[in-house]
């Protein structure tokens, strides 16, 4: 191996001990701690740019985030990490988070500890704004920050001596088991994949296209090739199967050959693994490529424009159209006592979830063992390659990781590391398929971290959308009909866009009876970054449109926001805008009587309605499968092929089986590998707690018939219970069928933005049926998470591009909404026992921001009586005060 440039050893105490190290000019404290002391607590998610905070450690007593600290200037000093906490320290915030449901992915939590004792010293009583204004250098993204603000008044008032409550392991139906693995996750422990290290493990690095539209004419990677420590450099050539991928349409290519256009800066055209990250990455800048720059489109109206050029040569810019159409909409808006037509627009929104996309492959037979080393598994098939995948599939990353390779699909094992956030952004394959190859040529174990940046320009995000509305109403705010033109920017590659604009058009009604509809949704491609999945999958932009529409509306006909909700809301026996007749637990009606009297309580209040389906839907067969295993130490492992992403989905697993079984949830725990023939698609549209809940019933039950009195869980080892749950048939949007069912279920909600006095979000509440809660915390938690997400959305959010490039790479230029801006939220949970989800349960993992934006616009209308018909709402009073005195780090 090449020698390293090693430049300089410093020594420094590192919890308690001497330590030295060895850096090369520029790295950090973070870089040290994590690959040198081998320490895993201090998270990376978005080094260098010192904006998450999920890197913070102590520093002579000052929490600061290790990765904008220079490694050199620890010399000499006293540096604590949460691995050097004192244990009565350790349990008590682990169990604070634990129980007080303060953590979800987890990823941001350990940095979020480190300062919540730093705080703590300083302020033994803290209040929960000071709490607050402690975390205004982190960034959770799950959360909503107010279950972790609970977490830390627990944890200072245990630490002056005030007891803990007692967690509550029965794992019973609506009780809030701590979530699994939960002290492991708060204390930094569980690693996730880019924690994973393998003995001889080489580090991997990519390059990405300079230009969003370029003929690549040449690759030259000699030069790289010599670098030190690079072991080799990899392009299109070396690729032995299909190098196009994608979970519809295989249209993304996961290295781009000499010869070809570029779709966008996110293309991939070069890797190099080497002994080290720095010297992979070092070695990208000797990689010498010839462009022939091209002009691109960036918009969806230059991509339709005639003569317009192709993203993809020799297909249409446009991706897709769905339609539906029912009723006689020129007659019924030619009959209606008022008719009015907007147009709203949408923006371009980064998941920003806190764990960049890391993948970790090595050949070989591999299982996760302890301290983040995977150990070899002498047990089962041997297959050629072990793949330690964060994506929200492990199933769909398999199919497509063997198709890169040219090798069988039995060839790749595929283990879920749980990952650190996702909201869909982890739906399409990343790195997966370019890790796999790199250690599949060399033989070795190789791992690839992307940086914040290169994660913004890989993965999909959500989708900017102009909606052009014309709705009718009769005198009394009856709505009487809606057309609706939605153009959604697909960005460069297909990824599942075809079915977000297909959602989008399904939802463009709300949840609102409409006896006549003319619905068009077209997804069409430019050289902007890629768009897909992302949490609430087009219903949130429609929700947006529709929801202002109906404020315009009722204003027209006399009557108020939550009336003229009220009487077009959707009830059990009316048809949803698809034409599907909502058969039961519709609990529409009951959400918005729960929010009646805070929305009459204030004339700052804006009200909206949401729907969301439950389940892909839309003609597509789904299941959930699951198999338990008893151990031969008497516990419980319940295999099943969805995500955990911070959702609580395994934890959600373990209380489905034990209200059927009565086993304590301690001995219980969920995993997710190939290894296990339970395929069963994406953990996407809020599917993954019903069909897998429903299949964990089915193997459960067959397990408590095996637990007769006296029979030890220890008597059944090596058991295995198989369970399975078919949701019944839906229907293609726009089908002929005189009954459509397009999905399985649906969300609903109503939420409420009360404003102060100055224009501010003071107060939000949300009102969700979600058919039976399994875990309150949990329930609570993602909605709490998704009204952050969606006051983002309304107001601060937005990632802005000009001609295909962001303007900014930085995660504070995002505008995501810090702890001490975020208002009071209050949830109130709705139970409607919906018979298609396990014990009556929803999926809730995306409605909670549906009817965000629509709420905020409402309610500033009312303020200042401008009616917004853009997002972000940057230029409101609401706005400002979260985002316009920011330093925006552009
Ligand atoms: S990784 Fe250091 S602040 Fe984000
Ligand atoms: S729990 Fe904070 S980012 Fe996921």
């Known amino acids: 191996m090449t020698p390293s440039h090693t430049t300089e050893e410093i020594t420094f105490t590192l919890n308690g001990q001497p330590f030295t190290a060895r850096i090369e000019d520029g790295a950090s404290l973070m870089e040290v701690l994590r690959e040198q002391a081998g320490l895993i607590s201090p998270k990376n998610g978005c080094a260098p740019q010192g904006?998450?905070?999920?890197?913070?450690?102590?520093?002579?007593?000052?929490?600061?985030?290790?990765?904008?600290?220079?490694?050199?200037?620890?010399?000499?000093?006293?540096?604590?990490?949460?691995?050097?906490?004192?244990?009565?320290?350790?349990?008590?915030?682990?169990?604070?988070?634990?129980?007080t449901g303060g953590l979800q992915c987890g990823f941001c939590i350990p940095g979020i500890v480190v300062a919540a004792r730093h705080l703590i010293a300083r302020h033994p009583d803290p209040t929960r704004a000071q709490i607050a204004e402690a975390l205004n250098n982190h960034v959770c993204r799950c959360t909503g920050y107010v279950k972790i603000v609970d977490a830390i008044e627990m944890a200072a008032r245990a630490l002056r001596g005030g007891p803990l409550p007692q967690a509550d392991y029965s794992g019973a139906i609506g009780s809030s088991l701590p979530r699994q693995d939960a002290a492991r996750l708060v204390l930094g422990d569980r690693p996730f994949a880019d924690d994973l290290r393998a003995d001889g493990m080489l580090r991997g690095a990519f390059l990405f296209s300079a230009h969003p539209r370029a003929r690549v004419l040449r690759i030259d990677a000699s030069e790289a090739a010599r670098q030190p420590g690079v072991v080799r450099v990899f392009t299109a050539a070396d690729v032995p199967g299909e190098r196009h991928q994608g979970l519809i349409c295989p249209d993304w290519p996961l290295f781009l050959a000499e010869g070809e256009t570029t779709h966008c800066i996110g293309d991939i055209l070069a890797a190099v693994a080497a002994d080290t990250e720095r010297h992979a990455r070092q070695a990208l800048e000797h990689i010498r490529v010839e462009y022939e720059v091209l002009p691109g489109v960036f918009s969806p109206e230059a991509a339709l424009a005639p003569g317009s050029p192709r993203v993809h040569p020799g297909r249409d810019n446009l991706l897709s159209r769905s339609a539906i159409a029912r009723g006689d909409v020129d007659a019924a808006l030619a009959a209606s006592a008022f008719v009015e037509t907007r147009t709203f627009t949408t923006q371009l929104i980064e998941h920003a979830f806190l764990e960049p996309e890391a993948c970790l492959a090595v050949p070989g037979n591999w299982g996760l063992g302890a301290g983040g080393w995977v150990e070899a598994q002498r047990d089962g098939s041997s297959p050629l390659l072990t793949v330690f995948s964060q994506g929200q599939g492990i199933f769909d990353d398999r199919r497509q990781i063997a198709s890169f390779l040219g090798v069988e699909e039995a060839a790749v094992k595929v283990t879920l590391v749980s990952n650190g956030g996702a909201f869909g952004g982890k739906e399409d394959l990343s790195i997966q398929g370019?890790?796999?190859?790199?250690?599949?040529?060399?033989?070795?174990?190789?791992?690839?971290?992307?940086?914040?940046?290169?994660?913004?320009?890989?993965?999909?995000?959500?989708?900017p959308m102009t909606l052009h509305?014309?709705?009718?109403?009769?005198?009394?705010?009856?709505?009487?009909?809606?057309?609706?033109?939605?153009?959604?920017?697909?960005?460069?590659?297909?990824?599942?866009?075809?079915k977000v604009l297909e959602r989008a058009a399904g939802h463009a009604a709300g949840p609102y009876r409409v006896p006549a509809v003319d619905i068009e949704a077209l997804a069409v491609y430019t050289n902007n970054l890629p768009c897909g999945a992302m949490r609430g999958f087009g219903a949130n932009q429609a929700a947006f449109a529709i929801e202002s529409m109906l404020d315009i509306l009722a204003?027209?006909?006399?009557?108020?926001?939550?009336?003229?909700?009220?009487?077009?809301?959707?009830?059990?026996?009316?048809?949803?805008?698809?034409?599907?007749?909502?058969?039961?637990?519709?609990?529409?009606?009951?959400?918005?009587?729960?929010?009646?009297?805070?929305?009459?309580?204030?004339?700052?209040?804006?009200?909206a309605c949401g729907i969301k389906n439950v389940g892909i839907g839309n003609g597509m067969p789904e299941a959930g499968q699951a198999i338990v295993e008893i151990t031969a130490d008497g516990r419980v492992v319940i295999h099943t092929g969805f995500t955990e992403m911070g959702q609580g989905f395994y934890t959600a697993m373990a209380q489905c089986l034990c209200e059927i079984t009565a086993i304590d949830a301690r001995v219980v725990r969920t995993e997710v590998d190939t290894a296990f023939p339970t395929p069963c698609g994406m953990t996407t549209a809020s599917r993954a707690t019903v069909l897998g809940g429903r299949a964990v019933q089915d193997a459960?039950?067959?397990?408590?018939?095996?637990?007769?009195?006296?029979?030890?869980?220890?008597?059944?080892?090596?058991?295995?219970?198989?369970?399975?749950?078919?949701?019944?048939?839906?229907?293609?949007?726009?089908?002929?069928?005189?009954?459509?069912?397009?999905?399985?279920s649906y969300g609903f909600a109503t939420q409420v933005c009360i404003l102060d006095e100055g224009g501010r979000v003071e107060r939000f509440i949300a009102a969700h049926d979600v058919g039976r809660v399994i875990n309150r915390h949990m329930v609570e938690g993602q909605i709490e998470g998704a009204v952050h997400m969606g006051l983002g959305y309304a107001l601060t959010e937005a990632l802005t591009l000009s001609d295909g490039v962001p303007d900014s790479f930085k995660l504070r230029a995002l505008g995501l909404i810090r702890a001490r801006d975020m208002?009071?939220?209050?949830?109130?949970?709705?139970?409607?026992?919906?018979?298609?989800?396990?014990?009556?349960?929803?999926?809730?993992?995306?409605?909670?921001?549906?009817?965000?934006?629509?709420?905020?616009?409402?309610?500033?209308?009312?303020?200042?009586?401008?009616?917004?018909?853009?997002?972000?709402?940057?230029?409101?009073?609401?706005?400002?005060?979260?985002?316009?005195?920011?330093?925006?780090?552009?």
């Not at 040529?441 to 994660?455: D, F, I």
């Not at 198989?722 to 005189?738: C, M, N, Q, V, Y």
């Open 51 to 99: 904006s998450c905070g999920c890197c913070t450690v102590l520093v002579d007593g000052r929490a600061l985030s290790s990765c904008v600290v220079p490694a050199r200037q620890a010399a000499g000093k006293h540096v604590v990490t949460l691995e050097g906490f004192d244990a009565r320290e350790r349990h008590i915030f682990a169990h604070a988070f634990a129980v």
């Open 434 to 463: 370019q890790t796999a190859l790199m250690a599949m040529l060399t033989g070795r174990p190789v791992k690839v971290t992307l940086t914040r940046c290169e994660s913004i320009r890989l993965h999909p995000k959500r989708h």
């Open 469 to 498: 509305y014309t709705v009718g109403c009769d005198s009394g705010g009856h709505l009487t009909a809606l057309r609706a033109r939605i153009v959604g920017d697909k960005g460069a590659f297909a990824s599942v866009g075809a």
């Open 555 to 607: 204003e027209r006909a006399g009557i108020d926001a939550w009336e003229i909700r009220w009487r077009n809301a959707v009830d059990a026996g009316d048809t949803f805008c698809t034409g599907q007749v909502l058969e039961r637990a519709v609990g529409l009606k009951d959400t918005l009587l729960a929010v009646k009297e805070a929305f009459y309580s204030s004339p700052r209040a804006g009200i």
């Open 700 to 744: 459960a039950r067959k397990l408590r018939a095996d637990l007769a009195p006296g029979v030890r869980l220890s008597d059944l080892a090596g058991r295995r219970y198989a369970g399975e749950h078919r949701a019944g048939a839906t229907t293609p949007l726009g089908s002929d069928t005189p009954h459509p069912r397009t999905h399985m």
């Open 823 to 890: 208002p009071e939220v209050t949830v109130l949970l709705i139970e409607s026992n919906d018979p298609e989800g396990p014990f009556g349960a929803k999926g809730v993992g995306e409605i909670g921001l549906v009817p965000t934006a629509g709420a905020v616009a409402n309610a500033l209308a009312r303020f200042d009586g401008v009616r917004r018909y853009a997002l972000p709402m940057r230029d409101s009073a609401a706005g400002r005060a979260m985002f316009g005195t920011r330093d925006s780090g552009l």
